[in-house]
């Protein structure tokens, strides 16, 4: 590989990624900032995978890109048109042209001055040199961690205690979702084209999320980007207008929800009854321990991310299956109507 | 002799990229502009498909990338199809 | 120091940068979750770029560990901010 041609890449890669941020945090339209922010996501996923991090690659252009553009293209959707700009000026204390002047120019000031003490900070520490002191300890000890993909071992090995913490701020993020009021209202029932093409993406999608939770262990996968996927599965679900997404209800979304917390802390507590460490997994055990985990944990996110979607408590099914005939029934009347 | 072919597959791919994209840019309306983007993208990601496959020696990968293409004409269609259908009905009812 | 470290570092920090500025300047809520995701971007392209050793060698494991961890947690929390936008903006418009 050419290194000229290398830069080039790399330069282009760059103004694409600091002009779409520029352009998605200019002008006052919501919308289009959503949208320049799912391509920047995209954009960044790329740029990962040049910089040789495909797991990081992989968990960007699905839940960076994909699922927070999800999310954000549902809050969009939902304001009624045109109201976000005179609400958003109605809803401040600013005069009618927003901030001031010399407000603005302060605060880009203090920004730029960042940027550069950063850079300052990044240029230094790059002259130092790397310190290899982890890596090392990291690829020494990857033998005996029960996989040979480094970024999983460190993930559900080495730092497990951080992923623990890390399935603890999901759920607690979703609690906060259904303390905050009802889920977004659904979308109609789809059409034939889309619910034929749900027919078959869903089933793949199943497929594919246990493909990488499995592959995780040896190459680039594991149980946040297959949780991923069957978030994106239920996500395609509900956007069909299915009552149904895919999640269980009443106790055992309770316990699929909990799941990834509690498979650790089961794990963990039971280690340390074994007079081990918390979450020291005995190397000929790790392997089957880890895997075990990162079912639970994929099966946690899965459930946490949708719900996170749906933006409240489901309802039992009884009610939504009532609720969807009835929709059903009124949306067939409608079609007939319609249809040229 | 593959990296010559190879890469006029993958320079033919963005060439149908810089078209769709002109076409979106440049065209009227909605629909032509939808029909740019979806026949000429699919394509282009079809020829810079094939001008990688040649490079894989696992035929695994070159499935995969079969099923990329795949997932993404299937999604690409039905995308352009939701969104002409929103703006037909949008048409009708105003 | 290798230049794609330096190029893809001083990336990271100029949106990092456009990042808290769009969050202070702008008024829509919706676009100043936007700007604190687009700066926590930022921060994962800083740390990519410092794990990143070279084309042919490994790179440092505990950074990509370190970003996936953040990449799920941004995403969680966007997603309470904008559960909150949205009961933020019916109480007003109950009003």
């Not at chain 1, 590989?1 to 998605?24: C, E, I, K, Q, Y």
């Not at chain 1, 979607?309 to 319609?338: D, V, W």
């Not at chain 3, 190029?7 to 940068?17: D, K, N, P, Q, S």
């Amino acid at each position: 590989m050419n290194t000229a041609s290398l830069l080039v890449f790399d330069a282009l890669l760059m103004l694409t990624l600091v002009g779409l941020a520029w352009a998605a945090l200019a002008g006052s339209d919501e919308r289009l900032s959503v949208i320049l922010f799912i391509a920047f996501g995209l954009v960044l996923a790329v740029a990962w995978a040049r910089l040789l991090a495909p797991d990081v690659a992989l968990a960007e252009a699905a839940i960076g890109a994909g699922l927070s553009g999800a999310l954000l293209l549902s809050a969009v959707g939902s304001r009624p048109r045109g109201a976000s700009r005179t609400r958003a000026s109605s809803m401040q204390n600013h005069t009618e042209e927003g901030n001031t002047r010399v407000l603005q120019w302060t605060i880009t000031l203090l920004c730029a001055a960042l940027a550069g003490i950063l850079a300052w900070a990044l240029l230094h520490a790059l002259d130092i040199g790397p310190t290899d002191m982890l890596p090392q300890a990291i690829s020494a000890n990857l033998a005996t961690s029960g996989v040979s993909n480094p970024v999983t071992a460190v993930l559900l090995n080495f730092r497990a205690y951080d992923t623990l913490l890390e399935l603890a701020v999901l759920l607690a993020a979703v609690l906060g979702i259904f303390a905050l009021g009802p889920a977004t209202p659904g979308y109609q029932p789809a059409g034939p084209v889309f619910d034929g093409l749900v027919r078959w993406l869903v089933p793949v999608l199943i497929l594919t999320a246990g493909y990488l939770l499995w592959v995780g262990a040896h190459a680039p996968g594991g149980a946040f980007q297959a949780g991923a996927m069957l978030a994106a599965a239920g996500v395609v679900l509900r956007l069909s207008g299915r009552s149904s997404i895919g999640l269980p209800n009443g106790l055992t979304l309770r316990i699929v929800m909990a799941a990834g917390v509690g498979m650790f802390l089961l794990v963990g507590l039971t280690l340390l009854v074994l007079g081990r460490p918390f979450l020291g997994y005995p190397p000929a055990w790790a392997g089957t321990l880890i895997l075990m985990i990162e079912t639970a944990a994929m099966l946690s996110i899965a459930a946490t991310l949708l719900l996170a979607f749906h933006g409240g408590r489901p309802k039992s099914h009884a009610l939504a299956a009532r609720t969807e005939s009835a929709n059903a029934a009124t949306s067939n009347t409608c079609n007939e109507e319609q249809t040229p | 002799m593959i990296n010559l072919l190879s890469a006029i597959l993958v320079l033919a791919g963005v060439f149908f990229y810089l078209a769709g994209s002109i076409g979106l840019l440049r065209l009227p309306d909605l629909y032509s502009r939808l029909h740019a983007l979806t026949k000429a993208d699919n394509l282009g990601l079809g020829l810079l498909i094939a001008g990688l496959a040649l490079h894989m020696q696992d035929v695994f990968i070159v499935l995969k990338l079969l099923l990329i293409w795949l997932a993404v004409l299937a999604a690409s269609a039905t995308s352009a199809h939701l969104i002409a259908r929103q703006a037909r009905r949008r048409e009708a009812g105003s | 120091m290798m230049t794609a470290q330096w190029l893809y570092g001083l990336t990271g920090c100029l949106i990092v940068a456009l990042g808290l500025r769009g969050a202070l300047l702008h008024d829509s809520l919706l676009q100043r979750i936007v700007a604190i995701n687009v700066m926590g971007a930022g921060v994962f392209l800083l740390l990519i770029a410092v794990a990143y050793r070279g084309p042919g060698l490994a790179p440092d494991p505990l950074p990509h560990a370190l970003v996936l961890t953040g990449i799920v947690v941004a995403v969680s929390a966007t997603a309470l901010a904008l559960a909150l936008v949205r009961r933020l903006h019916a109480e007003r418009d109950d009003d």
